[in-house]
C-alpha cells in the first residue's frame, strides 16, 4: 500500500520538544516535496511546514516559525519535523504529505497522507 506513516507524536508539557518522522512506504519521496499539516479538534487542517524535493528549501507557518525545523533524509526516505518551545496550542493531530507540485499551503496538493500522529502540549 502507497502510503506515508507518520510517528513521534506524544504528550509534552509546554517549553518542550519532539521530532515527527514522516517515512514513506512503497515509493520514494526523493525529488517530492513534503509538506506537514495539522488539525486540531474542531478546526480545519492546517499546514505548518514545507521542504523541497532535494531539502534545498524550506518553508514554515507563521506560527511555527523559529521554533520548527523541517529536514529531511533521502537515503532513509523520511522526512523530519523538529519541534521546539511547544505551546498549548501546537496541540493537533500532525499529518505529512507528498506534494505534485512542490511546496504549497494547500492540502489537495499533497497526496498519500498517513493516519497522523497526535501531539499533545499540556501540563
Known amino acids: 500500500q502507497l502510503q506515508l506513516v507518520e510517528s513521534g507524536g506524544g504528550l509534552v508539557q509546554p517549553g518542550g520538544s519532539l521530532t515527527l518522522s514522516c517515512a514513506a512506504s512503497g515509493f520514494t519521496l526523493d525529488g517530492y516535496a513534503i509538506g506537514w499539516f495539522r488539525q486540531a479538534p474542531g478546526k480545519e487542517r492546517e499546514w505548518v511546514s514545507c521542504i523541497s524535493g532535494r531539502g534545498a528549501s524550506s518553508y514554515y507557518a507563521d506560527s511555527v516559525k523559529g521554533r520548527i525545523t523541517i529536514s529531511r533524509d533521502n537515503a532513509k526516505n523520511t522526512v523530519y519535523l523538529q519541534m521546539n518551545s511547544l505551546k498549548p496550542e501546537d496541540t493537533a493531530v500532525y499529518y505529512c504529505?507528498?506534494?505534485?507540485?512542490?511546496?504549497?499551503?494547500?492540502?489537495?496538493?499533497?497526496?498519500?497522507w498517513g493516519q497522523g500522529t497526535q501531539v499533545t502540549v499540556s501540563s
Open positions: 504529505g507528498r506534494s505534485v507540485l512542490g511546496c504549497t499551503t494547500a492540502w489537495n496538493t499533497y497526496g498519500y
